[in-house]
């Protein structure tokens, strides 16, 4: 039986096109989507945009346009990162859409039953960029020290969700379950903050100052505050709130995947949400670092922003998937320059992965007539590394989000093949008449590279699929395999015609 995986993104703020940040949240979202469905999983991957809220208002203000059609440009900005960067998601969602709507209301109505919101007049800082309350203490000279502005004094009468109710609850969470927020180092920054105590907060904004939001049920005088409406995205895309809610039964909790700079509202305020709404707070809150260029924060004063339109139009797109996901780890920051990039595309992908993939095409090609030859003799050596070691050591990263070591495992893999070509000298053999030793040799190293292909498909999806297609393999047969039949070592079928057709990656001087 299939079992169901929900994955979700975070849904960007509508109010710019995407950076190389967003791209990689993406693709760390699609990774997983994509390693999930390859191990068996029955997989819903969400992602969207987060559309309304003072944010998204001031810049449509800013720049003389209708906020609506703006939020609507800024979205299929970010549906087209989804296509052109391969993303595999199964639906995007809009929060200015019609089912987000009924669905933000209905959650706000059950909340309200639970006795969970109350109105009261609240005086606070409020940072547009952050688009939260803040703190005098969170200030440095003045100023939110993330988006370097003075916040904005707002003095209103709101609603307000009654966090503090679940102080107790969200304890009991964090004890129970020590891996609700994955890493262990974002779990703990958490339960800091839950140690301090939680505030009510409030959840609303009067529509006369804020007139881009959803309204409140029973108030046309109030908005609901953007995160409130946002976070609900998870279970509005899901049909809460419709007359079908078969999809909340089978997919959630799902796990909501974030950056480090919203955690708090995901592992503290969401969950919170969730119990009021008497739903399950979340399977998990996978949680990822940062990405810099050139070792710097990205911004528009700098001028070091990325668009990832561009990149690929600069770069192979599988190219910059595999860069992404090799050099900038789940658990940390990490940093994008075009120095690195071309130095892993040559390292890895062009002499590595492309290299072996074009050396033991053409060895075949030459020594055996074009197809994959028979095998007498197993290297148990070979087979055993592959199967005890670097299989489990792939799946054990990939579990957990460290993709840049699961990687890592396939290339020691590709290393150790390569050496072996070294090592064993196949042009010596052939010449020796040593035949047999050779179409061993060969039948091997085809075999090698369809598990590479397999390991390398939730990253370079299209590249594993040439592989398949070289080793004349059926690219569905392969992959719909369940995960114990994945790694385990088969004897081709011998005759299968290779075709060394276009090399995987040429060298950054022979095309770029
Ligand atoms: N709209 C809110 C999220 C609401 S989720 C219910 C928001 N939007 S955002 O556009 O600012 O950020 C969207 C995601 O992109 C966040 O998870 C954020 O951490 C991520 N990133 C933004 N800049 C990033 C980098 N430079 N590097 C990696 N991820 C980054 O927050």
Partial sequence: MKKPFYITTAIAYANAGPHIGHALEFLYGDVMARYQRLIGNEVLFLTGTDEHGQKVLKTAKDQGKDVEIFASEKSALFQKLADEWNISNDDFIRTTEERHIVAAQKFWTTAAESGDIYKKSYTGLYCIGCER??????????KCPDHLKEPETVTEENYFFRLSRYQEPLEFLFKERPDFVYPKSRYNEMLNLLKDGLEDISISRVKEKLPWGIAVPGDENQVMYVWFDALINYVSALG????????????????????????????????????????????????????TVNGQKMSKSIGNVIDPLELVEKYPLEAVRYFFMREIPFDNDGDFSDEKFVERYTADLANGLGNLTNRILTMIEKYCDNVVP???????????????????????????????????????FITYCDQLISDKKPWELAKAGEDKKVSDLLHHLAEALRHVAIMVWPVMPETAEKIFTKLGLDVAVELSKPLADLQQWVELTVGNKIDKADQLFPRMDEKV
């Fill in 133 to 142: 309350f803040i703190t005098e203490k969170d200030l440095v000279d003045g």
């Fill in 240 to 291: 809460y709130g419709s007359e079908n809610e078969e999809k909340i039964t089978t997919f959630w909790p799902g796990i909501n995947m974030v950056g480090k700079e919203i955690n708090r509202f995901h592992s503290l305020l969401w969950p919170a949400m969730l119990m009021s709404a008497h739903l399950d707070p979340p399977a998990q809150i996978a949680v990822h670092g940062w990405m």
């Fill in 374 to 412: 028979e095998v007498v003799t197993i290297d148990n050596a070979m087979i055993d590394l592959l199967t005890q070691k670097i299989w489990p050591a792939y799946v054990e990263e990939m579990e957990k989000w460290r993709f840049d070591l699961a990687l890592e495992q396939a290339w020691k």
